[in-house]
């Protein structure tokens, strides 16, 4: 099993700040998802990097994959109270077998 | 739109009952996926097909069965409820591994 581990697990910032979670495995991964997931709600898909070294933006987010594939970053700009959610990667193995989740970054930006 | 409902949302059940979640998408998507999530796990997968008549086992599969007879559904059914099945459970569907949407859940109580 492939196996996804995510820093920090809980993070708790002001309005404006930036801010950078981290995805890592000592497994390579042919691609990885970032996805958010709201209190109530299902997982969203954000965004999904395929190519090592890969840096993907959507709007304040960027996204990079490892130059190894073997882990992932999310940077936030000016973080917003709209931000606050559960941030989860998750990655398909080389194989396209072992489809993983990570266990999130809790993120709570404050007003 | 197309969409991915499930039902019930909220469930509780006693031990030993048999309980089934339904999951019904208008995705028209070949793929679909049962997983739980509990604190500290992330989301860990149960079952998942490929298409009508097809189910494969995830990484938690054991209580759980699955059935494929149409595109649109792929109900879970815990055949004998236990106090360690209480979680939230989430279906999605997808065309491939890494673009999966998700129904909103169900939580599920095991007394």
Known sequence: ?111 | DAEITQSPRHKITETGRQVTLACHQTWNHNNMFWYRQDLGHGLRLIHYSYGVQDTNKGEVSDGYSVSRSNTEDLPLTLESAASSQTSVYFCASSESWDEQFFGPGTRLTVL
């Open chain 1, 1 to 111: 099993t492939q196996l996804l581990e995510q820093s920090p697990q809980f993070l708790s910032i002001q309005e404006g700040e930036n801010l950078t979670v981290y995805c890592n495995s000592s497994s390579v991964f042919s691609s990885l998802q970032w996805y958010r997931q709201e209190p109530g709600e299902g997982p969203v898909l954000l965004v999904t990097v395929v190519t090592g070294g890969e840096v993907k933006k959507l709007k304040r987010l960027t996204f990079q994959f490892g130059d190894a594939r073997k882990d992932s970053s999310l940077h936030i700009t000016a973080a917003q109270p709209g931000d606050t959610g559960l941030y989860l990667c998750a990655g398909e193995g080389n194989y396209g077998q072992n489809f993983v989740f990570g266990p999130g970054t809790r993120l709570s930006v404050l007003p």
